[in-house]
């Protein structure tokens, strides 16, 4: 069964869907707002995603555990023709996968979680405003000073899915979204930090809690991925009613010489 490239979203939303928390990130990427910038690749029921809107293109796959061999063979065909140097997000497995033709670099295990128990977010007092374009400058700045390196595009402001908290006029808190979906119902959560001289005080907790009230009404799935040596921020989202459900690799890919 050769690998296909897939150009039907209501093919790929009914495949993806099958695990809408493990695929959350891809579901959102069938939205107008992403999808001129995706190519997806098909082998039977599986899927991989090329995300081409960053500067290093990236590569989603992911599979349950009993499904991780079929996705393998889907990946060991596709990995000759993807680009030189990527960025992956791969099920546990596929690294060994992947290392036949790339060096990998920078490799992390994640966890991915979803929000459980929303009821313990209402132990939690939301905190912020909505932030929009107009706040941009004073993002980027929090960015640089308390997360250098994230990944943020601002046209996620366009979703108006980010919260934000201020202290004497300076921004010090924000919790966005990297996909949102009222279409497909999910969302992921992403570009959550504090300034480091307010850490240790809750913001984090109080907007991520007012970030997923506003999610509420438009999704059913709130998910996120955080790496799994950040143990506070583990505890953190444990706390506020999140769960782990799957793990997967972050890592940088270089095609062998």
Not at 28 to 36: A, C, M, Q, T
Not at 66 to 77: I, N
Not at 100 to 123: C, F, G, K, N, V
Not at 213 to 227: F, M
Request: aromatic share 8%; net charge neutral; proline share 6%.
């Amino acid at each position: 069964m050769p690998v296909r490239a897939e150009h039907d979203r209501s093919v790929l939303a009914g495949l993806l869907s099958r695990d809408p928390v493990l695929h959350a990130y891809q579901l959102g990427d069938l939205d107008d707002f992403f999808w001129p910038f995706t190519s997806w690749f098909r082998r039977g029921d599986e899927v991989a995603l090329l995300y081409h809107g960053v500067d290093l293109p990236t590569l989603l796959a992911f599979a349950a555990p009993e499904r991780t061999g079929e996705l393998a063979e889907l990946v060991t065909e596709l990995a000759p023709v993807l680009p030189a140097r990527l960025w992956a997000h791969l099920s546990p497995g596929l690294d060994a996968t992947v290392a036949r033709w790339y060096e990998l670099s920078d490799a992390a295990a994640h966890h991915r979680m979803a929000l459980t128990d929303p009821a313990r977010l209402a132990r939690t007092g939301p905190l912020g405003r909505r932030l929009d374009r107009g706040d941009l400058p004073a993002l980027r700045h929090l960015y640089a000073t308390a997360y250098p390196g994230n990944w943020f595009d601002p046209r996620m402001l366009d979703t108006g899915q980010y919260v934000g908290v201020e202290d004497g006029g300076e921004l010090m808190a924000v919790a966005g979204v990297h996909v949102w979906s009222p279409t497909w119902r999910v969302a992921a959560l992403g570009n959550v930090t504090t300034h480091p001289r307010l850490r240790g005080r809750g913001l984090a907790a109080g907007v991520v809690a007012a970030l997923c009230a506003r999610l509420a009404d438009t999704v059913d799935h709130v998910t996120l991925n955080v790496r799994a040596d950040n143990t506070a921020a583990v505890r953190l989202y444990e706390r506020l009613g999140f769960t782990r459900v799957a793990e997967f690799t972050e890592c940088g890919l270089r095609r062998r010489p």
